[in-house]
């Protein structure tokens, strides 16, 4: 639960998809305030007594006089992808609200520009705290899209959580506050992050290949209700105004114990094929040779020291609700979600097993 704190008046930009709920959830579940400005295409099932402001979050400052009359203390924008977006939250709310709350990203750090090429240099050391370099080149996604990205939104080519930051941070009269995430898989997850090892799994595969690499590759991740745990904790803790946190668990487990944890949830006896990126088909091939090498693991420390932070869904029941939510949400086109060629993948383990022989 979020702390005990004064009852907040909270208003919630964006985010009725996937975090959003949750955060609007806990914070209602505390007995604060709470109203969400979203523009009325997903009226996902929230507490009665949650304030609905319909409208386009680039035109949020239309709803200037709606939103007065809430009267927010405090503002969570779980949605400025772009400097424009943040500044237009800011924009509306300033001389409403006293603080602005802003979800950003892992992705704002130097390690993940190096991780996707965009950034030269050798791999850092992980973990990075909050106070580690940010990436240098702006506008990471303007040369490509990422994989888990099936359509193009229009805004991709202006996304900048670095600008967004900079937005809350800066405002002269807006408290700003940060919550970078790590990858967040569970329920609603558009991005499915564990679809491609689980369905493998739920088609009873008995080998699934994966790259020495990214088998050994470290990411910072937690569940969604963690995630919003955090956001919630955040914009009703005076404490951390003026304030960046990271998000995650307390460690960065290797994808190939992640396999071995869904292996367990699934009751999966199969085997993970963990090769050298040559030996794999093309479509399961690492992007660049060096790609793994960049870990994204992030300290949470501060987050937890200063604001008692603590997760309120264990690894396990996370994963398990992910992978429930997985079969009872299937994706329209499930070979693309899973990257599925098992065709070209049964080739290759003939081919690995050949190489085997003496």
Do not use: C
Not at 115 to 144: A, K, N
Not at 274 to 279: K, L, S, T
């Amino acid at each position: 639960m979020v702390r005990d704190a004064p009852v907040s008046r909270v208003l919630v930009v964006g985010g009725t998809i996937f975090v959003g709920p949750s955060v609007v959830r806990q914070l209602a579940q505390a007995g604060h305030d709470v109203a969400i400005f979203h523009r009325g295409e997903h009226e996902t099932d929230l507490p009665p007594d949650v304030r609905h402001i319909h409208g386009d979050r680039d035109a949020i400052a239309d709803h200037r006089e709606a939103i007065a009359e809430f009267s927010p203390e405090v503002v969570v924008d779980m949605r400025a992808m772009t400097e424009g977006q943040a500044r237009a939250t800011a924009d509306a709310v300033r001389g409403i609200a006293g603080r602005l709350v802003v979800v950003s990203s892992m992705d704002v750090y130097r390690a993940y520009g190096r991780l996707h090429g965009t950034e030269p240099g050798p791999p850092l050391e992980p973990p990075f705290d909050e106070d580690s370099p940010l990436r240098e080149s702006l506008y990471v996604y303007r040369e490509h899209t990422p994989a888990v990205i099936t359509q193009r939104p229009a805004w991709m080519d202006d996304y900048e959580k670095i600008l967004v930051e900079r937005v809350a941070m800066q405002d002269r009269e807006l408290a700003g506050s940060v919550v970078r995430f790590p990858m967040v898989h569970g329920e609603r997850d558009g991005q499915r992050r564990f679809y491609w090892l689980w369905k493998r799994m739920d088609d009873r595969r008995r080998f699934i290949l994966v790259s020495d690499k990214n088998a050994a590759f470290q990411s910072s991740r937690t569940h969604v209700d963690n995630a919003a745990h955090a956001v919630a904790l955040v914009a009703t803790d005076a404490r951390a105004t003026g304030r960046v946190y990271n998000v995650g668990e307390p460690d960065a487990l290797p994808l190939s114990e992640w396999a071995s944890l869904i292996a367990r949830q699934v009751s999966w006896g199969g085997q993970l094929v963990i090769r050298p990126n040559d030996d794999l088909p093309a479509h399961l091939r690492d992007a660049r040779p060096d790609m793994w090498d960049h870990h994204l693991v992030a300290d949470t420390s501060r987050i937890r020291r200063e604001l008692g932070y603590r997760e309120v869904v264990s690894r396990e029941e996370g994963l398990r609700r992910a992978l429930e939510w997985y079969a009872a949400e299937p994706p329209a086109d499930p070979k693309a979600a899973g990257n599925l060629d098992y065709e070209a993948e049964d080739a290759a383990l003939v081919t690995i097993r050949a190489s085997a022989v003496p």
